[in-house]
C-alpha cells in the first residue's frame, strides 16, 4: 500500500481521543444494529484489506468463518510482534472501543460468542486501556460477548495467526502450516476469526458510515487510510494515520521530513525491504513501519544486528531456521566486525539460495529477504568494510529497534 498525507478532514480511526465510552461515543456515534449478513455486504463493498501486513480481503475471511455454521471465537490481535511498528498498541490505548465495536460487529457476522484480545505483553498502556473499557461496558451492559484479554510473548513470531491459535490452546507461540486452517477449526477447535485490531477499528467505522464513505480515502486499488509507524532518522517519530494512494516521500513530510540525509529506508519493518528513495518504495508497506537509515549511520552493523535478532528469533522448528539463519547472522556479525565480505560472500549466496522456500514457516523466507535487500542495496559499504580499519559508525547506537529477549507469557 502506498500513503499520502491525508485530506485535512480526514481523521478517522484518530478522531479521538476517545479512551472512554463516553468520548468514543461523542466522537463516533451510537453503532448501528446491523445483520451479519450486511455487515459482511458492506465490508465487501468498502474493498477493506487486513492491515496486520497480509493485507487479505477481510471479507473474504469473514465469509470463511460465517460459512461454518458453528459457534465461532473471534480474536483480536494486538500481538504486534515486529519491532518497528507500535500502531496497534497506540491504537489499543487512544481508541479500544472502536476495537470492541469492530470485534463485536465481526462476532455477530460469524457467529461467535467470545472475543479474545491479545495484546503484547509489553504494552502497558494498551492492556490498561482496553481493561477499563471492557469493565466499563461490562457495567453498562453494553457488551454482547464473552471478553477476555490475553498477554503474548513479546516475540517476533507470535502475531502469526496459526502461532497466536496455538498459543491460546496452550502450546508455544510457533506458527504452524498443518491443517486445519484457524477459520475452519483454532481456538478450542472452534472456527476462528484471527483479525487485527486496526482492521476491527475500519470495520467498526464501515459499519457506521458505508462502503461509499470508506472509499472516498485512498484509491479504487487500495480504498481507505491506514495507520504507519515512522522512526529513525525523522523529526517526529511515531504513528500516522494517512490516506493511501500516494508517494510515502509525503508520509515522512507529515513527520517533519528527516533530521540528517538519508542513506536508505527500510519499508516494511523487519520482513520488508531496503530502498534508497522514497519513490521506490512501491505500493507494498506491508505491515505499515518505515525507518529512515541516516547516513551516519553504518548499514552493514545495523543489517547484521537485524539479522542476529531474526535468528534469535527462530521457531526452531525446522534446520532451514535454526542452522541457516544462524549462519547467515554469524557471517554478517564478521564483516560488522571487520572482516572482508569477501571472506563470506560466497557462503552468504549459497545459503541465500537454499533457504528459501524450505522452513516450517515463512520466518525463514522473511528473514534470507532482508539479507537479500541489504546486501543489494549496500553493496558497496560491504564491500568496502573494514578496509580502513574499524569502522568508526558501528559504535553509534542502533538506529533501527532491536529488542532484548523477552520472556514468553501464558495465555490468561
Not at 495507520?227 to 517519530?237: I, R
Not at 517533519?256 to 534508497?276: D, N
Not at 542502533?398 to 501464558?410: G, H
Request: net charge neutral; glycine share 10%.
Amino acid at each position: 500500500m502506498t500513503l499520502t498525507v491525508p485530506r485535512p478532514a480526514i481523521r478517522r480511526l484518530t478522531a479521538g481521543p476517545a479512551a472512554t465510552l463516553g468520548d468514543h461515543l461523542s466522537v463516533h456515534g451510537e453503532l448501528p444494529d446491523m445483520s451479519g449478513e450486511a455487515l459482511i455486504d458492506a465490508v465487501e463493498g468498502a474493498g477493506l484489506r487486513g492491515r496486520g501486513g497480509a493485507a487479505f480481503p477481510t471479507a473474504r475471511k469473514l465469509h470463511a468463518v460465517a460459512a461454518s455454521n458453528r459457534s465461532a471465537i473471534v480474536v483480536a490481535n494486538a500481538a504486534e510482534g515486529e519491532p518497528m511498528s507500535a500502531k496497534d498498541s497506540r491504537l489499543l490505548a487512544n481508541a479500544p472501543h472502536l476495537v470492541l465495536d469492530g470485534a463485536v460487529l465481526a462476532a455477530r457476522a460469524v457467529h461467535a460468542d467470545e472475543v479474545v484480545l491479545c495484546i503484547r505483553e509489553s504494552a502497558v498502556r494498551a492492556w490498561e486501556a482496553v481493561e477499563r473499557a471492557v469493565a466499563e461496558r461490562d457495567a453498562a451492559g453494553e457488551l454482547p460477548v464473552v471478553a477476555r484479554l490475553v498477554a503474548t510473548p513479546a516475540t517476533y513470531l507470535a502475531g502469526e495467526e496459526s502461532a497466536l491459535v496455538r498459543f491460546l490452546n496452550g502450546g508455544p507461540a510457533k506458527p504452524t502450516f498443518i491443517p486445519p486452517r484457524p477459520y475452519e477449526r483454532g481456538v478450542a477447535r472452534r472456527p476462528t476469526l484471527v483479525q487485527n485490531v486496526e482492521t476491527l477499528a475500519q470495520v467498526a467505522l464501515i459499519a457506521r458510515h458505508g462502503a461509499q464513505w470508506f472509499r472516498s480515502a485512498g484509491t479504487p486499488e487500495d480504498p481507505g487510510t491506514a495507520l504507519l509507524t515512522l522512526s529513525g532518522a525523522v523529526e517526529k517519530p511515531g504513528v500516522y494515520e494517512l490516506e493511501l494512494g500516494a508517494p510515502l516521500a509525503d508520509a515522512i513530510a507529515a513527520a517533519g521530513g528527516a533530521t540528517e540525509p538519508i542513506r536508505a529506508l527500510l519499508v516494511g519493518g523487519f520482513f520488508g525491504s531496503w530502498v534508497e528513495d522514497p519513490e521506490q518504495a512501491g505500493t507494498d508497506l506491508g505491515l505499515g513501519a518505515v525507518a529512515l537509515l541516516p547516513q551516519s549511520a553504518c548499514p552493514v552493523a545495523e543489517t547484521a544486528r537485524v539479522a542476529a535478532y531474526l535468528a534469535r528469533e527462530s521457531a526452531g522448528q525446522c534446520g532451514p531456521c535454526v542452522n541457516g539463519l544462524d549462519a547467515v547472522a554469524g557471517a554478517l556479525a564478521s564483516v560488522a566486525r571487520g572482516a572482508p565480505y569477501a571472506a563470506v560472500a560466497a557462503d552468504l549466496e549459497r545459503w541465500r539460495a537454499i533457504v528459501p522456500g524450505r522452513g516450517a514457516c515463512h520466518h525463514p523466507d522473511g528473514a534470507i529477504s532482508f539479507v537479500t535487500s541489504a546486501l543489494n542495496v549496500f553493496a558497496r559499504e560491504f564491500a568496502d568494510h573494514g578496509r580502513g580499519g574499524r569502522c568508526s559508525r558501528c559504535s553509534r547506537p542502533s538506529v533501527l529497534p532491536i529488542p532484548a529477549s523477552s520472556p514468553i507469557a501464558r495465555a490468561a
